[in-house]
């Protein structure tokens, strides 16, 4: 497989306090990548980092071969890279199909082909197409996850980061977002995914990296990093698996 | 991860320690109070008399739009109206001085009072606009109502205050203002280390937080107004006797813009913004009439230039640049916290849980029926979770057992105490604490003082002993801080009580909620999803935490969707579906049921999930 993103050696750091030291890795087209580590170990800052929210102090960011480091979030955007930060941040006063067009912004696509996009993401979540005119606000919290991997789809992302897309989701809906993750996989878009269920999160990947304050300390294809020591050890303390 | 121990050097022991402050502080006061022997020109004397009564309004506009909030463009006005009852009475009627100054106080009081009023109803910008209504009318009267105000030609000869038979020069008139300046400084930096500060911030942060804390929006609001409006009536007297002809042309919506603008570029929400925004934006340009026609200009640049490089003012850029100092020389960012000098942990007592009984709840949104005729019972003292699909109503439910909506129909009984209809604060004093599913702490405050504000409704101390810092105030505030950091110890957070709440992780944000809910010695508990985004380990602290609080006595209500927590920890389960109750039992009854696991917990049995 080729790697479509490499992340360098990067330091990342919010003012005068240090988050992320050295940290590299590799994400290879077409799979589901899993970064996984205890709350605080940097997860979060290092999606907020690919995506040109914070800028690293040190190293590459090297997408399909060009250096994204420090570059502008809209220039990470039109690279091809999409994030769906933590807590569905959605236009809540906007209804679906508004938050959907709201994806494409900026975006330089035909008019003729916008009809297609929104077809696809109806199909990967039936729900949405019903609930067209809803504004997003109202929806359930499920609906609102969806919503927001739909809005980053419209853009058909080489790459789609998502942070925490269980969060707060009833066990049947993590199933089914999870599904779809799966499917879009499977249809080419490369994942790279942070989740505290962190079983449910290396289920579903290909590969997984472990962070612990704000070091990588292990990496594997996932099902392996599953049965290893390094994902408990770095849960201080976390619970013995019967 | 920042490292913790930065070694202490020379410089970071001369920074740490808090002598320096005190004495520049100590500095400053003698240099104010030595000025008029120094000024050598009446004009500089006026100007710094001018000064200290224009710091008296920033303050008071600092407290209000600052701390609380609420932008107020009618400052210039309140001022008018503690500067024309002085004038009309000293003048008109021949009263003294000070209980002209006095009545001038309470006046301005009772208008801040009348324009607190929309206040309760309406969004902050509307607020803006109403105040700046009232502006308009208060100058509108100044002209019309000229048998009482002399219309254009405005009141003249004001007499300076007099005492023991004499009447005051202008350093003695400064020297008044300056003390009373002072006075005024210390009290507001009381007040806002007492509970009023972080009531106000809750005011202006969030409003949520504040009713969930048992805040009475209103009476804290008015509370606001009135101290803000008086403090600025005072000056308003002081105004008068300075400038001796006080017209309408003195008090135009110009005057009430600059008092914003001082505020908030030197620093709103700031106890040293006030006194900064007066200094940089009043005397500089004073000073710069020379200049002439370039001073405007200078001016609207150096405006400029602050909001885009300042955005805290100037206060809040002095601050940082002083903390990028420190660590250029070696010390933390930040002084170390005092050591805590707790009268030993504080022993937490047990509590009588609270029983809930809901009977019939019924609650529409729009067209969308969130709850339909739900009953429930919780038995005083037990772990009860309520699990269900996202959107059965679940918050809505714990929303309205706190107050925050009211149902259509149907009765909310806390032990025999029907709460439907009573107000969110008055639903917290009965020992109703609750937790967000976002967390819902003011990010400027430590973890310490978040937790403290849960307390709110339990401080006694009265405001003149806030204010004067009174050894009761004093001792409450010891007392409340020594718990805050044994509860924040006692939900895992014993190390970063002293961290601002906006940089703690999402997860420890949850734990510092709890805190700040236990600190009101609640009966009852209410928490929103505590686990979302835990790790398996911190899920683990979670369920040993609500273990213990539930060792209390306290009755805890958790809606959750980990069930392997909710199946570790409770007795009881009742799962929403759409609004109505699917089921109810053991967790392991539930959990079980068909129809739970075809509307919620999907083809993954609790085994498997809980692995």
């Known amino acids: 497989m080729t790697a479509l993103l490499q992340v360098e050696a990067i330091d990342v750091g919010y003012g005068h306090v240090g988050v992320l030291e050295n940290v590299s890795l590799t994400v290879d087209q077409g799979s589901i990548v899993a970064l996984v580590g205890s709350n605080g170990a940097g997860k979060s800052t290092l999606l907020r980092a690919i995506s040109g929210l914070l800028r690293p102090r040190r190293g590459r960011i090297v997408f399909a071969g060009t250096d994204l480091a420090g570059a502008p979030p809209n220039r990470v955007v039109d690279a091809g890279i999409l994030h769906v930060a933590e807590g569905r941040r959605l236009f809540r006063q906007q209804s679906v199909d508004d938050n959907l067009e709201l994806g494409l912004y900026g975006a330089r696509i035909a008019r003729s082909n916008v009809a297609a996009r929104y077809a696809r993401v109806f199909e990967l979540f039936p729900v949405l197409a019903e609930r067209r005119r809803s504004r997003a606000g109202v929806l359930s919290g499920g609906q609102q996850q969806m919503l927001a ?39 080419g878009t490369t994942i790279l995914l942070v989740e505290q269920m962190v079983e449910r999160a290396l289920e579903i990947a290909d590969f997984g990296f472990v962070l612990q304050n704000g070091r990588l300390i292990g990496q594997g294809p996932a099902a392996e990093l599953a049965r290893s020591d390094i994902v408990t050890s770095a849960y201080v303390g976390a619970k013995q698996h019967n | 991860m920042s490292d913790r121990t930065i070694p202490r050097g020379g410089a970071a022991r001369v920074l740490d320690n808090p002598w320096l402050g005190r004495t520049a502080i100590l500095v400053l006061a003698v240099a104010i109070y030595v000025f008029p022997l120094i000024a050598h020109s009446d004009y500089r004397l006026y100007l710094g008399t001018q000064v200290g009564i224009y710091l008296l309004v920033a303050m008071g506009l600092n407290l209000l739009s600052g701390y609380t909030g609420q932008p107020s463009l009618c400052h210039g006005a309140l001022l008018a109206i503690g500067a024309y009852v002085t004038a009309i009475a000293t003048v008109d009627h021949g009263w003294s001085f000070w209980p002209a100054a006095l009545v001038g106080m309470a006046i301005t009081a009772g208008a801040g009072a009348l324009i607190a009023l929309p206040a309760f109803r309406v969004s902050a910008w509307y607020f803006a606009l109403i105040t700046l209504a009232f502006a308009e009318v208060v100058g509108g009267m100044l002209i019309e109502w000229g048998g009482l105000t002399h219309s254009f030609s405005g009141v003249v000869g004001i007499p300076m205050p007099s005492a023991f038979g004499q009447s005051f020069n202008a350093a003695q008139l400064f020297w008044l203002v300056a003390t009373i300046d002072i006075a005024c400084f210390i009290m507001m930096a009381n007040m806002m280390r007492g509970r009023f500060g972080r009531g106000f911030i809750a005011l202006r942060d969030n409003e949520i937080a504040a009713r969930a804390s048992g805040i009475s929006l209103v009476r804290l609001k008015m509370f606001a107004f009135v101290v803000s409006a008086a403090v600025t009536g005072l000056a308003g007297a002081f105004y008068a006797v300075q400038k001796t002809v006080i017209t309408p042309d003195d008090f135009t919506a110009d005057v009430s813009i600059f008092f914003l603008v001082v505020v908030v570029l030197g620093g709103s929400g700031r106890l040293w913004g006030a006194a900064l925004g007066t200094v940089a934006f009043f005397v500089v340009p004073e000073l710069l009439t020379s200049l002439q026609a370039w001073r405007l200009l200078i001016y609207g640049v150096v405006l400029l230039a602050l909001m885009l490089f300042a955005p805290h003012g100037l206060a809040g850029a002095i601050a940082s640049a002083w903390r990028s100092l420190r660590v250029a020389l070696g010390a933390s960012p930040r002084p170390p916290p005092p050591l805590a000098t707790a009268p030993g942990a504080p022993t937490v007592q047990k509590v009588r849980g609270m029983a809930v009984s809901i009977a019939g709840l019924l609650k529409r949104f729009g067209g969308v029926t969130a709850l339909d005729r739900v009953s429930l019972k919780v038995e005083a003292g037990s772990v009860h979770a309520i699990v269900g699909p996202n959107g059965s109503g679940k918050t809505t439910l714990l929303n309205m057992i706190c107050g925050f909506f009211r149902p259509d129909e149907g009765s909310i009984r806390l032990d025999d105490v029907e709460v439907v209809g009573r107000s969110t604060a008055g639903i917290a004093r009965l020992g109703v604490g609750r937790t967000f599913q976002t967390p819902k702490l003011l ?98 602290k979670l369920g040993a935490l609500i273990r213990s609080i539930a060792d209390l006595g306290v009755t805890v209500v958790i809606v959750e969707h980990h069930l392997e927590l909710v199946a570790d920890i409770c007795r009881h389960v009742t799962v929403l579906d759409r609004g109505t109750v699917l089921a109810e039992g053991t967790p392991d009854a539930v959990f079980a049921d068909p129809a739970v696991i075809a509307a919620y917990m999907g083809a993954r049995p609790l085994a498997e999930a809980a692995s």
């Open chain 1, 149 to 187: 991997i739909a809005q980053a789809l419209m853009r058909e992302p080489r790459l789609l980061m998502l942070d925490e897309p269980s969060l707060g989701l009833a066990p049947i809906i993590v199933d089914q977002v999870l599904e779809v993750l799966l499917r879009l996989r499977d249809g």
């Open chain 2, 443 to 540: 990010p400027e405050l430590t973890a310490t003082e978040n937790a403290m504000l849960g307390a709110f409704a339990a401080e006694r101390a009265s405001t003149i002993e806030v204010a004067l810092w009174a050894p009761r105030a004093r001792r409450e505030h010891a007392a409340l801080a020594a718990q805050a950091e044994h509860f924040l110890g006692f939900v895992g957070l014993g190390e970063r009580v002293h961290e601002q709440a906006g940089e703690l992780p999402h997860g420890q944000q949850r734990l510092a909620e709890i805190a700040r809910a236990l600190i009101g010695r609640p009966r009852l508990l209410l928490l929103d999803e505590p686990a979302a985004g835990l790790s398996l380990t911190e899920l683990d």
